[in-house]
Structure formats: structure tokens, C-alpha cells
């Protein structure tokens, strides 16, 4: 190190190359040999503070230099803006008893079973690639909430539907899912109450050439011993200790 050299020019502590006593030589190699000790001393503190601060342990917090780094600043992220467009909301109830291929009895039940409330789930959303989103309405009944119809009407440019699926059977429900239609129906045996269907049906179609077309079908079968009982639940227990 540069800072730590002796009288010399290359570095070292040199005496006189003339006559005399040599007091002036000494004098300069204590000199030199007292200075260079001291810069040796201050060198072991400076290492000891260093190798205290890279312990890890208790003490002084392990640092970087200081200014040395440029600060890293995390840049927020643009705000995502939707480019969707809501979809029109339709009269589900109006479209319904429009539709002549829909059943004379569904229309014919179709009454709210609260005020004006009517028992219509209706959903939104790209089944047919149509100008605007397409509609799914799923028609119950008003005491046990049974599916009774699954309709999906595809939108026209001026503005008017479609009835382009129709399902008409009890307990069917249909959802959208990822750009396909998913129909479930529950499935029930002769001694099966509304509440506990034997099993369920559901048909995966996907919509192409104009038309949909069944692209999965997955029979769930339930399980008929759970539930029929009373039992109590056991008693909980503490968590084993060590």
C-alpha cells in the first residue's frame, strides 16, 4: 500500500551511505522503523474492524460500502386497462317467453316467486365468437331452486338472439367456462330426495362450424353412506406435545 511505505522512494527504510557516526542513519532507521510500526499497527485495527464487521454475529451490521452502489429503484408498473366491453344486459324473462322453441309449459310456469324476482340465473360471456357476448340462462323452480331448462341465445348484428342450445330436463344447469359451455344435470334414482342426487352428468360443448358439439362428457357417481345418519362427531384433541 502506498500510504504505508517508508522514508525511501521505492518503499523501504534506508541509513546514510556517507561518513560519521552513523547517529544520523539510526536515527533515520528508528525513525522510519517507528513510523512503519505504526502504519503496521493501524493496519491489524483496521483488519480486526474489518473481519468484526463480516462475522455476521453480534455487533456491527454487516454493510456494503457506502456510496459506492447505485440504489436500485423499483419503477411501478403501468396500471392494466380492460380494452372488454360490458356486455349488453338482456330481459332473460322477455326472451324466454319470446322464443317459441322454448316449451309451452316453461313459459307457462315461468312466475316470479317473490314480487318481480323470477327464478332466471343469467350469465355473460364468449361462447360463439358473436359481435357481443353471449347470454346463458338457466330457469329453476322456486321452492328447491331445480334447474328446469338451459338456453343459450347467440347475439345477431342488429342487435337481436339467437336460440342457439336448449336443454330441457329436470335438474340441468349450465355454466361458462373458459370460452365452452359446461351442462350438468343431477342425476337421481327412485329413492332419491332432491337434496341427494345418486350422481351428476357433465357435458363439456365447444362451440365450432356453427354449432356446438359435445367435447367431453364426465359421469360423477356420489356416494350413498355419508349422510343418511346422525352420528356425533369425536371429541377433539389436544396436539401432542414434545
Request: overall charge negative; aromatic content about 6%.
Amino acid at each position: 500500500m502506498r500510504g504505508l511505505t517508508g522514508s525511501g522512494d521505492d518503499g523501504t527504510v534506508t541509513g546514510s551511505t556517507g561518513g560519521g557516526t552513523g547517529g544520523g542513519a539510526d536515527r533515520r532507521l528508528l525513525t522510519g522503523w517507528a513510523a512503519s510500526s505504526t502504519a503496521l499497527a493501524g493496519l491489524a485495527v483496521f483488519g480486526l474492524f474489518v473481519a468484526s464487521c463480516s462475522t455476521g454475529g453480534t455487533g456491527t451490521r454487516d454493510e456494503g460500502p457506502a456510496g459506492t452502489q447505485p440504489v436500485a429503484r423499483s419503477t411501478p408498473s403501468a396500471t392494466a386497462h380492460s380494452t372488454a366491453r360490458p356486455a349488453p344486459r338482456v330481459d332473460a324473462v322477455a326472451l324466454l317467453k319470446a322464443d317459441p322453441e322454448v316449451s309451452g309449459r316453461v313459459r307457462m310456469d315461468l312466475k316470479p316467486c317473490t314480487g318481480d324476482e323470477y327464478p332466471v340465473d343469467t350469465s355473460y360471456g364468449s361462447l360463439t365468437d358473436g359481435p357481443s357476448a353471449d347470454v346463458v340462462v338457466n330457469v329453476m323452480t322456486c321452492g328447491d331452486s331445480v334447474g328446469v331448462g338451459t338456453y343459450v341465445y347467440r347475439p345477431r348484428a342488429d342487435g337481436t338472439y339467437e336460440n342457439v342450445f336448449m336443454v330441457e330436463q329436470p335438474a340441468v344447469y349450465g355454466t361458462i367456462d373458459r370460452g365452452d359451455l359446461v351442462v350438468t344435470t343431477q342425476v337421481y334414482g327412485k329413492k332419491d330426495s332432491v337434496a341427494y342426487p345418486s350422481g351428476e352428468e357433465v357435458v363439456t360443448y365447444h362451440w365450432a362450424n356453427s354449432r356446438f358439439s359435445e367435447e367431453d362428457r364426465v359421469r360423477n357417481d356420489f356416494n350413498r353412506a355419508v349422510g343418511a345418519g346422525d352420528g356425533n362427531l369425536p371429541e377433539p384433541t389436544e396436539p401432542t406435545k414434545n
